[in-house]
């Protein structure tokens, strides 16, 4: 999990940068093992990302929440935005269940920002102060994708 010890990726994620092997495989074996919608990002038969969609539940399961993350050696090559693409082809037939995909994204995070915008996201808005990440309160931009959204490619 070479984009888990990566403290350039890490910055804008709720987990702190891994230190040891032990660390990804605890987290492998209890989260990525048993989600519904995990995958690796792989370039050359080698994991450098992952991408993941959390669907919600009772009155809210028609929204998803995309998540991903790249080793920072691969950023701005287009290998994240095309994985957002490919998920977001993919993901409402996968999940008929869902009518929405949603990714929350650090206000600092231009990066990922761009990401979402190249892929079709529409940009909602800001939310002030809406989350503590690593001792800090943060704001985040809100990004949606409807399944009723013409996807360009």
Same mark, same amino acid.
């Given at each position: +999990?070479?984009? =888990?010890?990566?403290?350039?990726? &890490?910055?804008?994620?709720? *987990?702190?940068?891994? &230190?040891? $092997?032990?660390?990804?495989?605890?987290? @492998?074996?209890? /989260?990525?093992?048993?989600?519904?919608?995990?995958?690796? @990002?792989?370039?050359?038969?080698?994991? @450098?990302? =992952?991408?993941?969609?959390?669907?919600?539940?009772?009155?809210?399961?028609?929204?998803?929440? !995309?998540?991903?993350? #790249?080793?920072?050696?691969?950023?701005?090559?287009? %290998? =994240?935005? *095309?994985?957002?693409? =490919?998920?977001?082809? &993919? %993901?409402?037939?996968?999940?008929?269940? !869902?009518?929405? #995909?949603?990714?929350?994204?650090?206000?600092?995070?231009?990066?990922?920002? $761009?990401?979402?915008?190249?892929?079709?996201?529409?940009?909602?808005?800001? #939310?002030?102060? /809406?989350?503590?990440? $690593?001792?800090? &309160?943060?704001?985040?931009? +809100?990004?949606?994708? #409807?399944?009723?959204?013409?996807?360009? +490619?």
């Amino acid at each position: +999990m070479v984009w =888990a010890t990566d403290d350039q990726v &890490t910055q804008f994620c709720s *987990w702190d940068t891994y &230190t040891s $092997k032990d660390q990804a495989i605890e987290y @492998i074996n209890n /989260f990525v093992i048993n989600h519904p919608y995990y995958r690796v @990002i792989c370039l050359n038969n080698r994991a @450098i990302g =992952a991408i993941s969609v959390t669907c919600n539940t009772g009155n809210d399961k028609c929204r998803g929440e !995309l998540g991903y993350v #790249l080793a920072s050696k691969y950023w701005g090559r287009g %290998i =994240a935005t *095309w994985a957002v693409k =490919a998920v977001r082809c &993919t %993901i409402f037939e996968e999940r008929p269940e !869902l009518e929405r #995909l949603e990714a929350l994204v650090d206000v600092e995070n231009k990066g990922s920002q $761009k990401v979402l915008e190249k892929a079709g996201f529409l940009k909602e808005g800001l #939310l002030r102060k /809406f989350c503590i990440q $690593k001792g800090k &309160t943060r704001d985040m931009v +809100m990004f949606s994708f #409807l399944s009723t959204d013409v996807p360009q +490619m």
